[in-house]
């Protein structure tokens, strides 16, 4: 870093002083005394370098007297002092190598040296002035980018933070309703019961090992949504139809974790569980125009008199916690939608951006009745 500040010191000073010394000679070029372009490149030269020795000097000064609202006053007049007096060796340099090198110097007394050093002073107060504003302006400008790079960096952990909250909440209210459906069943069909708890033990272990996950394959998700059919297919047997219908190519993409799950749950409870002859569950999914779309259909009696409430979140965890997830993850880049009516259950479909997972897998269709 040092020594890119370094170059670029004495390199834009190096093309003021080229931009100079052109300056001079094509202006003395038509003269009785014109000067040489070499000459006049030496002449310039060493003027800018007499600059590029103090730059550093007037940046120390800037960052270390920033002008700030709270401390203005002060502040400007440290720099109006240190300003003047470095505006004024550069002006008095200045014109001593003009003086040099228009042959004049020994023949120029010191008060008219200095006299025109003080008609010189102007534009050396504006060189400094230029400095400063440009290291403030550079300063504002890094404080800027790190304030926004925080900021971006509070939203994506508080973003962070809202969905594995989300995510966590599935864990419980998910375990709350299986215990309920073994409750259900320990006695009045105990060997039934036990089999549903060592399903559940199954559906936990693939659940700890993704705590902490946001995203999973299409085929992780849908071997986590297998064991919980296969706990809801003990409580239900015959009552309970699954098909599915994945296309091969939506396996390895990427979905949230435990994002089918909860619209499965929510279809047993209230499409399949309330019918005496029980009802079938469709889940679908398939790749359309960049985006992966998914939907969990049943023929139960639907929810038309709850859909409204479901909409705005106000029933279930599922549902509501669905939506909020999708939000967060892929924001506009989504969609959510419910449809229902009576007599023909209620269809929940959505869409989110096709990403592909890292590993790579079997495309083997997953189309099934169960």
Known sequence: MRYYRWILNWGSWTLVGFFFAS????????????????????????????????????????RRFPVERQNWPRRLTIHVAAGSLIAFVLALGHVTL????????????????????????????????????????????????????????????????????????????????TLNT???LIYRDPRAAEQMITQVSDMLRLSLDKVGVQEVSLQQELEFLNKYLDIEQT?????????????????????????????????VRHGIAPRAAGGSIEIHAR????????????DGHGLSKKLEKIISGGVGVGLANTRARLEHLYGAMHRF??????????????????????????????????
């Open 182 to 184: 073994i409750s259900e």
């Open 235 to 267: 409580r239900f047997a015959e009552r309970l139809k699954v098909r599915m219908e994945i296309h091969p190519d939506t396996l390895h993409a990427c979905v949230p974790n435990m994002i089918l799950q909860p619209l499965v749950e929510n279809a």
């Open 98 to 177: 003009d003086m040099i090198f228009w042959g004049r110097y020994d023949k120029t007394p010191m008060f008219d040296l200095f006299r025109m050093a003080f008609g010189m002073f102007d534009k050396e107060m504006l060189v400094y002035w230029f400095l400063v504003l440009m290291s403030h302006a550079f300063d504002y400008y890094n404080r800027y980018q790190r304030g926004e790079l925080r900021t971006s960096q509070l939203e994506t952990k508080l973003a962070q933070a809202h969905l594995q909250a989300l995510r966590m909440q599935l864990n419980p209210h998910f375990l709350f309703n």
């Open 287 to 298: 790749r359309d125009n960049g985006m992966l779309s998914m939907e969990v259909r049943d």
């Open 23 to 62: 300056q001079i000679y094509f202006y003395t070029f038509y003269t009785s005394r014109p000067v040489s372009f070499s000459k006049a490149l030496v002449w310039q030269l060493l003027a800018v370098y007499l600059n590029a020795l103090l730059t550093p000097l007037i940046l120390w000064l800037a």
């Open 337 to 370: 939608e419910l449809s229902t009516s009576p007599g023909h259950g209620l269809t929940v479909s959505m869409a989110i951006p096709f990403r592909e997972s890292r590993a790579g897998f079997d495309d083997e269709d997953t189309s099934l009745d169960r």
